[in-house]
């Protein structure tokens, strides 16, 4: 090791004046018997690493950091007698300026020195896990290589994007300080939904190239205590969606069915043969006809008469709304998205009956989704990893010429014809009248 115009051997100069903890953490960090600490020309004084373990081993890592340099410190060795191949001695020259550091049992000393690191790294391993919940260490690439929680221990070997990428905590602060070089701070989520409090400290070589990340993690009682409250929300919120819908299929079935001519009459008597049957639905006709009043006639007459009925208007719907409405999405699915996620219209109306108004007004990437709906009973989140079982029936409606729009291009044929398997027209008030 060189400093300056001096050659130490096996030694690490440390400037004066300092503290017990430079000294402490210098030898957890370099591989020296001696310490030299050196005050511009003076030489104030040497620690033997021998010494040093051993206080710091009698009395335990915290009470050494009370420690006096004075009580460690140690006068120089003259060079002006033999030493025997056990003594490490410190040379001299003539002006009395250090020339060297010589250990004579190297090979043995670096031994011990190892078995006194690992025991110090373990006092210091205690320290943390006494204040803090776990640290977590990784590598320069990501890859995981030391963790003190139980928990963690899985992921020994395993690299932070990756399971970032599986959710197994996310978003990574040890990802972000790789990819911005500088210490960070912020929340981690686990898959079993637990929040913590991360902080992540890059630790840089000579050149400037992170080598390691050391990540401290607390558990954040304000974070739980706010997702607490944030699922009593959550469930609140879906509680009033279950009381609108209820009160929206009471309003519906408060709707007298009045009708005065024999097309109407012959409808009617379609409608309870249709209920019974749990088949698609697809209601033909004009603008102002009744045909949600129909749709619900079905779905009160139906077995599932006691379930929701929600009512989906296509045509009163932004598309770019249309999927988190029909679908639901996860929390965090894409900006904008409502903290916690949200359940869609399918998912609510489990069990029940949706009502899909101007199904003509849907577009074809939906209508992709929608089909898959119906052959499959099956529905997954904006956002999500996993399809969840749904048992409802759909009714569709329209004003439109499907058939039409279905030779444009414009309406999926499958998707029509998985819709049409009863079909309902309703004739126009005009005709009505008439009769």
């Not at 960070?184 to 400290?201: C, D, M, N, P, R």
């Not at 190239?209 to 607490?228: A, C, H, Y």
């Not at 089909?371 to 329209?398: F, H, N, P």
Request: hydrophobic share 35%.
């Amino acid at each position: 090791m060189e400093n300056g115009k001096y050659h130490l051997h096996n030694a690490a100069y440390i400037p004066w004046p300092t503290t017990i903890e430079i000294v402490l953490f210098k030898a957890l960090e370099l591989d020296c018997q001696w310490f030299i600490l050196q005050d511009n020309e003076k030489t104030v004084g040497y620690i033997n690493r021998s010494t040093l373990y051993k206080k710091v081993k009698d009395i335990g890592f915290k009470q050494a950091l009370t420690l006096s340099l004075e009580d460690l410190l140690m006068k120089p060795i003259l060079n002006n007698r033999e030493f025997s191949s056990s003594e490490k001695v410190i040379l001299k020259s003539e002006i009395k300026k250090i020339e060297s550091v010589i250990d004579w049992n190297i090979s043995e000393q670096i031994s011990n020195h190892i078995a006194s690191d690992k025991w110090v790294l373990k006092e210091l391993e205690t320290i943390f896990c006494n204040f803090l919940d776990n640290i977590l260490i990784s590598d320069g690439y990501g890859n995981i290589t030391f963790a003190t929680a139980k928990d963690d221990q899985q992921y020994l070997g395993k690299n932070v994007f990756d399971l970032e990428r599986q959710k197994e905590f996310y978003p990574s602060v040890t990802a972000k300080v790789l990819n911005t070089g500088k210490r960070e701070k912020g929340l981690q989520y686990t898959k079993s939904g637990a929040v913590f409090e991360i902080e992540s400290v890059p630790i840089k070589d000579l050149n400037g190239n992170i080598v390691r990340v050391i990540s401290i993690t607390k558990g954040s009682s304000e974070v739980t205590e706010l997702k607490e409250k944030l699922n009593e929300v959550k469930n609140l919120l879906t509680s009033y969606q279950k009381e609108m819908i209820s009160m929206q299929q009471e309003h519906s079935e408060k709707k007298p069915f009045i009708y005065a001519s024999k097309e109407m009459d012959n409808l009617n008597d379609l409608i309870k043969s249709v209920a019974s049957y749990d088949a698609t639905v697809l209601i033909l006709g004009e603008t102002g006809v009744g045909k949600e009043v129909v749709a619900n006639r079905v779905h009160s007459l139906s077995d599932r008469y006691d379930k929701p009925f929600i009512a989906v208007n296509c045509g009163a719907i932004p598309e770019n709304l249309m999927e988190s409405e029909l679908f639901g999405y996860e929390d965090g699915a894409f900006s904008g998205a409502r903290k916690g996620g949200k359940i869609g219209v399918f998912e609510l109306a489990n069990n029940g009956t949706v009502f899909l108004d101007e199904i003509g007004e849907m577009p074809l990437h939906l209508q992709v989704k929608l089909l898959r709906v119906l052959q499959e009973k099956k529905v997954k989140r904006i956002g999500g990893l996993q399809e969840k079982s749904i048992d409802m029936r759909i009714i569709a409606a329209t004003n439109q010429d499907l058939t039409k729009k279905v030779k444009e291009k414009t309406f999926r044929e499958d998707l029509y014809y998985r819709l049409n398997v009863v079909p309902i027209t309703i004739p126009p008030l005009e005709k009505e009248k008439k009769m």
